[in-house]
């Protein structure tokens, strides 16, 4: 039997229009964080943004843009906002942030530029997202729960000093809430180092994030 080449080319052009907009139509999460976001303390592959990949489906894109050490503060030790990770999440176009900053900041050589710089660069790093052409929903994480007394100068004390701060500039800024530390809280188990939670520990928090997005 011989097979008409057009007829081929003809039935191939719809599939292909189909792929295309399955691809428009996924909505891309950009993951903006430190350590915990970038997956430190977790298995390979399971970092919460990986875990929230999982959840979400094929409906959604999860993009890490987490990065190791970094602050909230620009006037810290390693700013996120002088990162590549941070151009790199503005110009995914993201159709939703979720950020996760501040755990880095509590050290003491940080911490002592105080609160003052703290909001003022939490709301600096936002408006640099709302600045974006896809105008991505905005969701801001308090701050992951520090088990014992901590590591590396990072402590609980001024962890939760953020969080006031966080919902002051949430609830100005019209913005979501995720809150990672009641996630977190008093689960030392999942958090060996004190710091970085283990893959259940990140199981949590990507369950507190997708929880949050489907809500809405």
Known sequence: MKINPFLITFCAIPFLGFTQAEEVERQILACVGDSI???????RGQSWPAQAQKVLGKKWQVKNFGLSGTTLMNSGNKPYQKS??????????PDVVVIMLGTNDTKPVNWRHSAKDYEADYRDL?????????????????????????????NN???????PIIK???????LG???VYAALEGKDDLIPDTVHPSTGGATLIAKAVT??????
């Open 37 to 43: 976001t970038q997956g430190v303390g977790a298995e």
């Open 84 to 93: 590549q990770q941070f151009k790199d999440a503005l110009s995914s176009n």
């Open 126 to 154: 936002i408006s640099d997202f709302q600045k974006i052409a896809s105008k991505p929903r905005i969701y801001l994480c308090l701050p992951p729960y520090i088990a014992k007394k901590g590591r590396w100068g990072i």
């Open 157 to 163: 004390e001024d962890t939760k000093a953020q969080i």
């Open 168 to 174: 002051k500039i949430a609830k100005n800024l019209k």
């Open 177 to 179: 809430i995720i809150d």
């Open 211 to 216: 929880a949050t997005l489907a809500a809405k």
